[in-house]
């Protein structure tokens, strides 16, 4: 059975879409660039503030500009990051079937460290045994390294690890470390998601969660 379920965090265990444009969005509004739309930003999240700038920062002022822009985003982010953030429904109860069933739990994401850990511990309290964000001088996903660092961690294989996310970077993370994948329909990836299924588990409603996990092969 699976031991070890590591989870993404935006669009897998809580909903950040709306704190994520608002950071962005007063960060450009400071630097007299243009907004985007908040829909806009599902397509954007999932590989790091890095990889948002690139989307959203118009390409004749990269790389000028984009210090200064995660920089502020960074700030405005940390302000209200807990109040924007809201766990996808039943992910809560699911977490919770795991953790009284034994499945040890954690968190790897793309996002800085010092959100993702305030995040977190707003919103889940001490249901999670690690919890990782992008870290200065760290690979990001979908490179394995901190993945594998996990389950070393833990003193686990990666074959009784999985790892859950709504984006296909965290399919591919999941296979570069050799953890079991298992994407979500719920989140901002859900539709690459959808149109890829068939080598991986796929998740409807965060309830059925516990027992897909708890049905896979090790």
């Known amino acids: 059975m699976i031991r070890l379920a590591c989870f993404d965090l935006d669009g897998t265990l809580l909903d950040t879409l709306e704190g994520i ?3 962005s969005n007063k960060a450009l509004c400071a630097l007299d660039l243009p907004v985007w739309p908040m829909g806009d930003y599902r397509a954007f999240i999932g590989y790091g ?4 700038a690139q989307h959203i ?4 002022q990269l790389p000028s500009i984009e210090d200064r822009w995660l920089h502020l985003y960074k700030q405005y982010y940390l302000t209200d990051c807990t109040q924007r953030a809201r766990p996808f429904p039943g992910v809560l109860k699911a977490l919770q079937t795991l953790r009284a ?3 040890r739990l954690a968190v790897l994401s793309n996002k800085p460290d010092e959100l993702v850990q305030a995040q977190i511990s707003s919103c889940f309290s001490d249901l999670f045994e ?3 964000g992008q870290r200065e001088g760290e690979p990001v996903k979908p490179d394995p390294t901190v993945l594998l660092y996990i389950a070393n961690e833990f003193g686990l294989t990666p074959s009784e690890c999985a790892y859950v996310g709504d984006m296909l970077v965290d ?5 570069n470390a050799g953890f079991t994948p ?3 329909l719920w989140g901002f990836g859900s539709d690459s998601l959808a149109d890829s299924a068939g080598s991986f588990a796929l998740v409807e409603c965060a309830k059925e969660l516990p027992r897909v996990l708890f049905d896979l092969k090790t």
Do not use: D, E, F, R
């Not at 920062?57 to 004749?60: E, I």
């Open 171 to 175: 399919i591919k993370t999941a296979c």
């Open 101 to 103: 069933s034994g499945v």
């Open 130 to 132: 690690a919890v990782c």
């Open 57 to 60: 920062l118009p390409a004749g």
């Open 21 to 23: 444009a608002s950071a």
């Open 49 to 52: 503030p890095h990889a948002l």
């Open 182 to 184: 298992v994407g979500v």
